[in-house]
């Protein structure tokens, strides 16, 4: 069975959606995988959000893994490389398990080297191959301002170049049509700038978009893994790779999600 790893701070409900997810998708059956581990770098009682978290993980039946980054940075005092003896002591700990793929769920640490040598790892970006970067909300205020016709997510391999490493799936969406022409003839001509400091992330354009765009990071996450399960996908060496070993430059998913969300898979 392909054995997945997932890390997550565990502090929002995006960990708690993506983990749900991920079950749902193997209680199923759709998602051949097993999920290996749960790691957050938090620890029982230190937050109460987190702790909710835990019990979802300890209810679902999956082997948590705890290891506090304050405690530890706390320890080491004005250490410089406390980043790397953390992620060293990380590695000792997930030493008995042995995922085939990583996750980063909502993980609230850059990996360093160590961890991106140890693990292949993936994450996802809240935009399309070749759109804006950085978080989320950045990322919609420039689709507003560019008055994008489409959007998307992508699922990108984790490497010591931060934010930057290969594509391995995406999907796509309008982000024009019944659903938003409304709203785009509510800011026709107006300043992004303004728009901003009058409204906020509470303007019906910023809204819908974020909607759209968080709808399909699930499904998104879920039919990555099921592609790395069945071999449709690989990473060879820092290479992303389909299923006879040719390099893609991503994976389009946009049908599956679709299909996914219409509740037709």
């Not at 969406?173 to 901003?196: C, M, N, Q």
Request: negative net charge; contains cysteine; glycine residues 10%.
């Amino acid at each position: 069975m392909y054995q997945v790893g997932l890390f997550a701070t565990g502090r929002g409900q995006g960990s708690r959606q993506l983990l749900q997810a991920v079950h749902h998708g193997i209680e199923s059956g759709r998602l051949p995988v097993q999920l290996s581990f749960v790691f957050s770098n938090r620890t029982p009682g230190e937050f109460e959000a987190t702790d909710g978290f835990f019990q979802m993980v300890r209810d679902y039946g999956y082997p948590l893994v705890t290891h506090s980054f304050r405690q530890y940075r706390d320890q080491v005092g004005d250490d410089p490389d406390w980043r790397m003896g953390y992620d060293r002591e990380v590695v000792r700990l997930l030493e008995p398990y042995t995922p085939d793929l990583c996750v980063l769920a909502g993980y609230l640490l850059i990996f360093s080297p160590e961890l991106c040598r140890r693990y292949t790892s993936i994450n996802l970006h809240p935009a399309a191959p070749g759109g804006p970067i950085g978080m989320w909300q950045k990322v919609i205020w420039e689709l507003i301002e560019a008055q994008a016709h489409s959007s998307g997510n992508t699922i990108f391999n984790v490497t010591e170049e931060l934010d930057m490493g290969p594509t391995v799936t995406y999907s796509s969406f309008p982000i024009t049509g019944p659903d938003f022409d409304e709203h785009w003839r509510a800011v026709l001509g107006k300043d992004v700038a303004r728009l901003r400091e009058q409204f906020g992330e509470e303007l019906p354009l910023f809204q819908q978009i974020r909607r759209h765009g968080a709808d399909r990071e699930r499904p998104l996450v879920v039919e990555t893994l099921r592609a790395f399960a069945e071999g449709r996908v690989r990473i060879d060496d820092g290479a992303v790779v389909d299923g006879n070993g040719n390099g893609v430059r991503g994976m389009d998913l946009t049908a599956e999600i679709e299909a996914a969300l219409a509740g037709d898979s």
